[in-house]
């Protein structure tokens, strides 16, 4: 009779360990279904910057190419042409205008490194919460599965009980 009080006392708490362990696993899948990946995304700052910078490497043009663009510009920009010729020192125009050009480049290079660490650190919350469900998830597995082998150890406890009778 305490073979058998000894085996329902094992069985109660394994069967504790088994409903615990379901329980844990309720939890973290509803913790992971409840998760939304805040994803990845290039900031528009970078491409403008590609853009631009692709636009600035056309500078060295083969000669015929360099002599079409400039044939079109003329004809397109008469007017700002004639005011680079007014001035005393057109080349110095052109040398501010490429300055700025590459200044406002840096500071889009800057906002858009700003953007993507704020996406880093939504990131870093997000794979936090995951880890923390698949932690539970796993302690609810192991919880089932240790609570599994008790009843086991139980039931073969019981029979070698009833043989040596």
Do not use: C, H, W
Not at 43 to 60: H, I, Q, W, Y
Not at 103 to 131: D, S
């Amino acid at each position: 009779m305490s073979i058998l009080a000894g085996g329902i006392i094992s069985g109660i708490g394994a069967l504790g360990k088994l409903f615990s362990g379901g329980g844990q696993k309720r939890r973290a899948r509803k913790m992971l279904a409840g998760l939304k990946d805040p994803g990845y995304t290039i900031p528009d700052e970078f491409k403008t910057n590609l853009g631009e910078a692709e636009n600035m490497s056309r500078v060295g043009l083969p000669s015929e190419q360099y002599n079409l663009a400039g044939t079109n510009i003329q004809r397109g920009t008469q007017a700002g042409l004639r005011q680079l010729g007014r001035m005393s020192n057109p080349f110095a125009a052109i040398s501010s205008l490429q300055k700025n050009m590459l200044q406002a480049m840096g500071y889009r290079r800057e906002y858009a490194g700003q953007k993507l660490a704020q996406q880093q650190y939504a990131q870093q919350g997000y794979m936090n919460k995951v880890n923390q469900a698949n932690a539970l998830l796993g302690a609810g597995m192991q919880n089932q599965s240790g609570a599994f082998s008790d009843l086991g150890k139980i039931g073969i406890g019981i029979m070698s009980a009833k043989e040596e009778k």
